[in-house]
């Protein structure tokens, strides 16, 4: 059973969140670089859809269509009203009651009617973007388990969980809110285009001319606003990496004395973001007002010009109504297609990174037919003229060959950057030689399957791994359906049961989020007891020891020697007075074998073994 350290992401900071204002829709968003290539990718992941889609799309444009005749009925009923009041005062009849209660009965069914369409078409987008968020962050996820461990070296933690979080949440509320608002949105401008051409052509020329007039205005203000804006999201950002820097750091701020550096930081992003804040929120603020003013002038003069139509014969006062009430109408589709056109860009840009990520090259792909491993392996290992790098141009081991036969102890030393932990991830298969080859058993790890290679290993890190949940289930994270008996022998081997049970609720205290309710320690304690439960036949400790006290170190040794008998085993280790016992001392130097031997062998060569094994002695006296 592996186990392989993984870095928490760190908290969203700057990019984790999007912040905007009474203008956040009108300001310009990230757009994509390959708009049509991502529109691709995104109708593939609806192809599944088609028919929920048509039938949505029917919907929103029957619940528009039924909007937009209503008010033309509402000016039949006015017009019913004029004229009964008209032929009462002349003496000729009356109002018909009868007549503007059909016409009024009529409306409330096309409103009904248009509702209900409009919360249908709305629980069907709802369900099929929740079901391709689902399907996109499951593709996601089956991904990360996929990429090679070079990935994770280029890419940062924090930029995969916004991937997953905000990207895909982005695609999911323009899929639920988005989709249908440009179907009714320009169903709607369609429409009422035509209802207001078929009432007055003239008056519709005059409402025309209004919206090139507001358009200016509103583009002057977003155009006046939107450095404000920029520097107020890019001061956001700071002022969220600066609080989350602090708090993480909490310890080392009070222990060298940081508390006034950090107010007088947070103070000029404080500073900063007000000024900003108010200049960015006044202008945006005026947009409205203004537009609202170049409304009404436009409703002025649609009521004079109709008037002047109503009193010569040509429209009728329920015309006039009725196409007052598109005009105000007509102004909201408008203001929607462009909010429409600016979140697609935005939302391309996100669905473009969620796509670049799922397009990202994998890990190479498992030998056919791969090798089984019938019962436990033996644990004979082979290094066959290994050359492995990071990159072209960071070659780290270059020509590494060893035999280390089954149950033999085989420590691996060397100074800082000599290969030592590479070796091991070449091992796992964490990583793919150059050259050369590893052989398990006589058989190339390349022909294993990764999951049944690393079923046969046990990995201790120096860097240790915690999750959120009891020290039980930290500890059965070896093997998960071992019994409560196994789950204390192997706590009880890695001399941690006596430090567990001094803990309140013991072996179910929760461990938190951040695993720093107990010690460093305490935590290598755990997940040796992990590796101890997984029974592994080969074993990985890198620096195992590294984070306990000396005392500790020896009993911990002392179970380790037990735990290694008659399993081959590679120690990564420092302090070398901790493998003088091993079978097998392989001395690296700039990836590169340079001695291998026994302890008391490399001493008598008294080469860079010897160097090394003294001068740590010297040290410390």
Not at 188 to 197: R, S
Not at 573 to 596: C, F, P, W
Request: charged share 20%; with cysteine.
């Amino acid at each position: 059973m592996s186990e392989n350290k993984s870095a928490r992401p760190p908290g969203m900071g700057h990019g984790g969140r999007r912040h905007g204002g009474p203008m956040g829709q009108m300001m310009p968003g990230e757009k994509a670089k390959d708009f049509k290539g991502t529109a691709k990718k995104m109708l593939a992941y609806l192809g599944g859809y088609k028919t929920v889609i048509a039938l949505v799309i029917l919907l929103a444009v029957a619940s528009t269509v039924f909007a937009i005749v209503s008010p033309r009925i509402l000016g039949g009923a006015t017009d019913e009203l004029f004229y009964g009041l008209m032929r009462k005062v002349s003496g000729a009849g009356g109002i018909d009651f009868n007549r503007i209660a059909r016409i009024l009965l009529q409306l409330a069914g096309l409103y009904l009617c248009s509702v209900l369409f409009s919360f249908f078409q709305g629980y069907l987008v709802t369900g099929v973007s929740t079901k391709i968020t689902q399907k996109l962050r499951g593709d996601i996820d089956r991904k990360i388990h996929r990429l090679p461990f070079n990935y994770f070296d280029k890419n940062t933690h924090g930029d995969v969980m916004s991937r997953i979080t905000n990207d895909v949440d982005t695609v999911s509320q323009t899929m639920s809110q988005s989709l249908t608002q440009i179907i009714t949105s320009i169903t709607m401008l369609i429409g009422i285009l035509v209802m207001m051409l078929t009432i007055s052509p003239v008056l519709t020329l005059v409402s025309l001319l209004i919206i090139p007039l507001s358009t200016v205005f509103v583009v002057l203000i977003v155009k006046k606003s939107q450095k404000y804006f920029v520097k107020q999201h890019e001061t956001l950002g700071l002022l969220n990496g600066h609080i989350e820097e602090m708090f993480s750091s909490h310890a080392v701020v009070k222990a060298f004395n940081g508390e006034k550096n950090s107010l007088a930081v947070f103070g000029s992003h404080n500073e900063t973001m007000y000024e900003t804040g108010w200049k960015s929120n006044f202008l945006s603020g005026l947009m409205f007002p203004i537009t609202n003013i170049i409304g009404n002038i436009g409703y002025v003069a649609i009521c004079i010009i109709g008037g002047a139509f109503a009193a010569g014969g040509t429209i009728t006062v329920g015309g006039i109504q009725a196409f007052i009430q598109y005009v105000r109408q007509f102004n909201q589709p408008v203001t929607q297609v462009a909010n429409i056109a600016n979140i697609l860009q935005q939302t391309a840009a996100a669905a473009e990174r969620v796509f670049a990520f799922l397009g990202e090259a994998e890990e190479t792909p498992e030998h056919e037919p791969p090798v089984t491993v019938e019962g436990k392996i033996e644990g004979r290992v082979a290094f066959e003229h290994v050359a492995f790098g990071y990159g072209p141009d960071k070659r780290i081991i270059h020509d590494f060959s060893a035999v280390v036969e089954p149950g033999r102890k085989v420590a691996i030393i060397g100074p800082t950057g000599a290969g030592k932990t590479t070796v091991v991830k070449l091992l796992m298969r964490f990583y793919a030689v150059d050259s050369g080859r590893i052989l398990l058993d006589g058989q190339d790890i390349r022909h294993y399957t990764r999951d049944g290679l690393r079923a046969g290993f046990g990995m201790v890190l120096q860097d240790t791994w915690l999750f959120n949940g009891t020290i039980a289930e930290n500890i059965r994270y070896g093997k998960p359906d071992a019994t409560e008996e196994q789950m204390l022998a192997a706590a009880q081997a890695a001399q941690a049961d006596h430090f567990v049970r001094t803990l309140p609720d013991g072996y179910h205290m929760v461990v938190n989020e951040e695993a720093d309710n107990i010690s460093q320690g305490q935590k290598q304690l755990l997940t040796i007891a992990r590796s101890i439960l997984a029974d592994p036949q080969v074993l990985i400790l890198d620096e195992a020891t590294s984070s306990v006290d000396t005392r500790t170190e020896m009993l911990i040794q002392k179970a380790m020697d037990n735990l290694m008998r008659d399993r081959t085993s590679f120690i990564i280790a420092h302090r070398l007075s901790t493998i003088k016992n091993a079978d097998l001392i392989l001395v690296m130097r700039d990836g590169d074998i340079v001695e291998q031997g026994k302890h008391e062998e490399l001493l008598a060569l008294n080469g860079f073994y010897a160097e090394l094994y003294n001068s740590q002695f010297e040290d410390a006296a």
